[in-house]
């Protein structure tokens, strides 16, 4: 390896050095040169979720955030190809929003608890037992399921989205405990699905009660609304992975608890280095399936190349676009 090879990566270590030591950098220094090169050959961008470990997500991506700002972002991209860094359903709506690019998704395996837990059949299932009823479903969703939706939201809009379609009721899937979360802040019914986030699911209100005890309760806690009710009850503030960033900006807490994914407090940490951050985090497998070597991996053999069945996709742009239209 030459010092010149190497530069990139020394000039690329200020974005991590508040999370990653110099001599763990340097053992990424290869990968990240080849993906920096790589970028430049292929006119590619990375766009990365928040999930990301550090030295993806403040390293080597073009773009970040949570669901909302990755499908708002890529509607604005024009480099040839996106790498998605983050899991399927991210990547399949890249592919919908930017129908003539290469979309590549890093591991094929990189999958999501929610949109397994859910086919169309289900969904059409749900109209017919519920009909007349707004089906509102989470981005975290396979395209198939999206094509059998009125309009899709995200934790960052879910509100929002429920708010604006002006109804008492709605089918809101597949997160049962986003759709309580959301049902409980604005009084609409939610008829749900039994879907949820294996990351998020296993917070329990006892896990806060205990960081509470264990700080004198000088500590902010923020959830995820992918979280159970009882446990967004016990929280000081829920909200979308990006809401939790501009929450810490705003408040500036001294100390804050983030219950959610493993690599969000490492990121934001990065962000507020006076903030003290509290991890009591769970790893969400699929997120980590993005490493450098895989993002590398993807970007010298062009794989895998993310496509959209066209009946289904013309049915699920619609959805998603409805969603991106609520200001
Ligand atoms: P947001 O980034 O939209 O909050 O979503 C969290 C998540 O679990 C995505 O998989
Ligand atoms: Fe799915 Fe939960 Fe992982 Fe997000 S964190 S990809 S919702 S399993």
Redesign the pocket.
């Known amino acids: 390896m030459s010092v010149m090879e190497l530069t990139v990566a020394e000039e690329l270590y200020p974005r991590v050095a508040n999370v990653i030591p110099k001599v763990e950098w340097a053992t990424m220094a290869e990968d990240v040169e080849a993906i920096m090169r790589l970028k430049k050959e292929r006119n590619a961008v990375i766009l990365a ?3 990301m470990t550090p030295e993806i997500f403040h390293g080597i991506s073009d773009i970040t955030g ?3 700002a990755l499908a708002r972002k890529a509607t604005e991209v024009d480099a040839d190809v996106i790498v998605l860094a983050g ?1 399927h359903f991210m990547a399949e709506t890249a592919k919908l929003l930017n129908p003539s690019k290469t979309v590549l998704i890093p591991d094929l395996r990189s999958g ?1 608890s929610l949109a397994e837990s859910i086919t169309a059949e289900d969904v059409r299932a749900l109209k017919a037992a519920n009909p007349g009823v707004p089906v509102v479903t989470y981005v ?1 969703t396979s395209a198939a399921v999206k094509a059998e939706s009125d309009i899709c939201c ?3 809009n879910a509100e929002k989205i429920i708010r604006s379609l002006g109804v008492d009721k709605v089918i809101m899937i597949p997160d049962q405990y986003l759709a309580a979360n959301i049902a409980n802040r604005t009084g609409v019914e939610v008829i749900v699905h039994p879907g949820a ?1 294996e ?1 998020h699911e296993r917070f329990t209100p006892r896990d806060i009660q205990q960081i509470r005890e264990d700080y004198s309760d000088d500590v902010t806690v923020i959830v ?1 609304p ?1 979280c159970p009710p009882a446990v967004v009850a016990e929280a000081d503030f829920a909200g ?3 809401q939790m960033v501009d929450y810490v900006r705003e408040e500036d807490p001294k100390r804050v608890a983030l219950i959610t ?1 493993c690599s969000m407090s490492d990121n934001i940490a990065q962000l507020f280095p006076n903030v003290e951050f509290i991890r009591p985090c769970n790893m969400c497998p699929h997120m980590k399936r993005n490493t450098l070597g895989s993002i590398r991996h993807a970007l010298e053999t062009m794989t895998n190349q993310v496509e959209v069945d066209p009946d289904i996709a013309e049915r699920a742009t619609r959805a998603i676009t409805r969603m991106l239209e609520v200001k």
Request: with cysteine; glycine share 4%.
């Open positions: 979720h928040n999930y949570d669901s909302l899991v999501c975290n995200t934790s960052g986030c990351v995820h992918e979308s992975t990006a994914e």
